[in-house]
């Protein structure tokens, strides 16, 4: 059984950044995809943004492209999302998802098996 939580939200302001962390503990995520999902008052949970199992390829959905950033520390099994330049819009509910290693990283909730509790994100004008 594979734990995960997330912490590092909380309230900022338009165009502030802010780091999100993702701790796992239970089983060793060695050859998992990394990823974290969010979601918005009265809106699905989307795809935010991935790690392969080996760091050698990143996702992004167009939205955070260019000011997001995932990173995977694999010593300490740690999942990081940097948000920089953030916006109302990004506003939401965080989660930390882990699924089986493929070669390309799915953006489909059910290819993630483990989820944590999701972390508040909210960016006030």
């Known amino acids: 059984q594979v ?6 939200g909380r309230l900022v302001q338009t165009g502030d950044s802010l ?13 998992y995809n990394m990823a974290w999902f969010r979601q918005a008052p009265g809106k699905e949970r ?26 995977r520390d694999y010593t300490k099994t740690t999942l990081f999302l940097q948000m920089n330049s953030l916006r ?15 070669s390309v990283i799915q953006r489909v ?5 483990y989820w944590g509790v999701g972390t508040q994100v909210t960016v006030s004008s």
């Open 46 to 71: 989307e795809f935010v943004a991935g790690v392969h199992f080996t760091g050698a390829s990143t996702s992004y959905v167009d939205s955070v492209q260019g000011r997001f950033t995932i990173s």
């Open 3 to 8: 734990q995960l939580v997330e912490s590092g």
């Open 109 to 113: 909730e059910g290819e993630y098996a």
């Open 19 to 31: 780091t999100l962390s993702c701790g796992s503990s239970g089983r060793t995520l060695s050859y």
């Open 88 to 102: 109302p819009e990004d506003t939401a509910v965080y989660y930390c998802a882990a699924g089986r290693g493929k």
